[in-house]
Nanobody, 119 residues
Framework: QVQLVESGGGFVQAGGSLRLSCTAS??????????MGWFRQAPGKEREFVVS????????EYPDSVKGRFTISRDPIKNTVYLQMNSLKPDDTAVYFC??????????WGQGTQVTVSS
């Protein structure tokens, strides 16, 4: 089993920055064996994939909506994945979820952390 806990969300003005953290606790498997990703879901919208990073450090392409502003990173020693978000926009307002998985499937999910960007 894998438990994921997100933190770092909050309220910020447009143009500000936030750094989200996702700490994983795993039983029977090391954190570094999982692909870790970030998703977000805005009110009334479908959950969308943002970015992921695998055990080798390979990072997926950022969607145009966040490219150049968001950066994913990981610290295997701390079992933590980060999402640095700069130049935040009101459209970034959403619940951000951390997810973990393997073999092409995200199986484990955190509870989410709210990010609210005011105009």
């Amino acid at each position: 089993q894998v438990q994921l806990v997100e933190s770092g969300g909050g309220f910020v003005q447009a143009g500000g920055s936030l750094r989200l953290s996702c700490t994983a606790s795993a039983s029977g498997r090391s954190f570094s064996s999982y692909t870790m990703g970030w998703f977000r879901q805005a009110p009334g919208k479908e959950r969308e994939f943002v970015v992921s990073i695998d055990l080798s450090g390979s990072i997926t392409e950022y969607p145009d909506s966040v490219k150049g502003r968001f950066t994913i990173s990981r610290d295997p020693i701390k079992n933590t994945v980060y999402l640095q978000m700069n130049s935040l926009k009101p459209d970034d307002t959403a619940v951000y979820f951390c997810a973990a998985g393997s073999f092409g499937t995200f199986r484990y999910w955190g509870q989410g952390t709210q990010v609210t960007v005011s105009s």
